[in-house]
């Protein structure tokens, strides 16, 4: 079965504190990409960062960094320096190389940040 | 256009009723899809396009639903009979290729509420 799991439904962060929102995934494929999409409260979906599974490297974005664990299939998403505007529904995703291409998607973090 | 561009942002419907929703894709991108979100914050896939032909459609009730990609027209996402289940909001995105490298970019959604 193709799921994504994220099983924090909500987080909070003081602001300019770092917090990492965790993201699980399986599939039988190896070939895929992993993207982290952001949900503002205005409901337009935000593209914050993407990996492509066969890189070992970690992907970063400024502030936005993940950590790519394959052999666990794990990408969890590391926010430093957490501003007011980073709180936001985060929704973690993947989609197969040699497939539909339709995304597969988690169910969501809802990310607080304290002022 | 430079975005996604859905119409309407809200539309009301009693429930039998027939709902219609349109999606411009970015111009250029060949490849459209169609996603539900419903209350809980899931992503649900329905269908894609490669360019007016439709590429995926598993994700799509056999009944009530229906979708085009015209040339020179809106992409459209139709639904006859509606039922207060079908109450969500809606997503358009369109990607440059097939490549699960290519990022989809999202429209800003059509809330649908079925009374």
């Known amino acids: 079965a193709q799921t994504v799991t994220q099983s924090q439904p909500e987080m909070s962060v003081q602001e300019a504190e770092t917090v990492t929102l965790s993201c699980t995934y399986d599939t039988s494929e190896s070939d895929y990409y992993l993207f982290w999409y952001k949900q503002p409260p205005s409901r337009q979906m935000i593209l914050v960062i993407r990996q492509e599974a066969y890189k070992q490297q970690n992907a970063t974005e400024n502030r936005f960094s993940v950590n790519f664990q394959k052999a666990a299939k794990s990408f969890s998403l590391k926010i430093s320096d957490s501003q007011l505007g980073d709180a936001a529904m985060y929704f973690c995703?993947?989609?197969?190389?040699?497939?539909?291409?339709?995304?597969?998607w988690g169910a969501g973090t809802k990310l607080i940040i304290k002022p | 256009g430079e975005e996604v561009a859905q119409t309407p942002k809200h539309l009301v419907r009693g429930e039998g009723q027939k709902a219609k929703l349109y999606c411009a894709p970015i111009k250029g991108h060949s490849y459209v899809f169609w996603y539900q979100q419903v209350l809980k914050n899931e992503f649900k896939f329905l269908i894609s396009f490669q360019n007016e032909n439709v590429f995926d459609e598993t994700g799509m009730p056999k009944e009530r639903f229906s979708a085009k990609c015209l040339p020179n027209s809106p992409c459209s996402l139709e639904i006859q009979a509606t039922k207060l289940e079908d109450s969500a909001v809606y997503f358009c995105?369109?990607?440059?290729?097939?490549?699960?490298?290519?990022?989809?970019?999202f429209g800003d959604g059509t809330r649908l509420s079925i009374l």
């Open positions: 995703a993947y989609r197969l190389v040699y497939s539909n291409y339709q995304l597969i």
């Open positions: 995105a369109s990607s440059q290729s097939g490549q699960a490298n290519q990022p989809q970019h």
